[in-house]
Nanobody, 119 residues
Framework: QVPLVESGGGLEQPGGSLRLSCTASLLTFNLYDMAWFRQAPGKGREFVARITSNGDSTDYTSSVKGRFTISRDNFKNVVYLQMNNLNPEDTAVYYC????????????WGQGTPVTVSS
């Protein structure tokens, strides 16, 4: 399994921004597509965004399109999620992972980073 460490979450007001980071301890990080998922209170974990191994393609769940941007730095083994124009529905614990074609996670989950959007 691959150790995953997410960070950058916190409390933000509606309309605000946060940048999440995820570090993967993996020598072959650059070979894997990476993704962000989130789990809101009382709900299941859902896919948020994906980026290909070399960063040339991304896709997003419809509710975050135009507001969130996923990116990566293969030299640092880090994947980012820039979240703008946050709203209360974005409140969740955010996790990163690699994923297969069915958008199922490949590795064990990290501890996640909590994001709370509230005035």
């Amino acid at each position: 399994q691959v150790p995953l460490v997410e960070s950058g979450g916190g409390l933000e007001q509606p309309g605000g921004s946060l940048r999440l980071s995820c570090t993967a301890s993996l020598l072959t990080f650059n070979l894997y597509d990476m993704a962000w998922f989130r789990q809101a209170p009382g709900k299941g974990r859902e896919f948020v965004a994906r980026i290909t191994s070399n960063g040339d393609s991304t896709d997003y769940t419809s509710s975050v399109k135009g507001r969130f941007t996923i990116s990566r730095d293969n030299f640092k083994n880090v994947v980012y999620l820039q979240m703008n124009n946050l709203n209360p529905e974005d409140t969740a614990v955010y996790y990163c992972n690699s994923l297969n074609a069915a958008r199922s996670p490949l590795w064990s989950w990290g501890q996640g980073t909590p994001v709370t959007v509230s005035s």
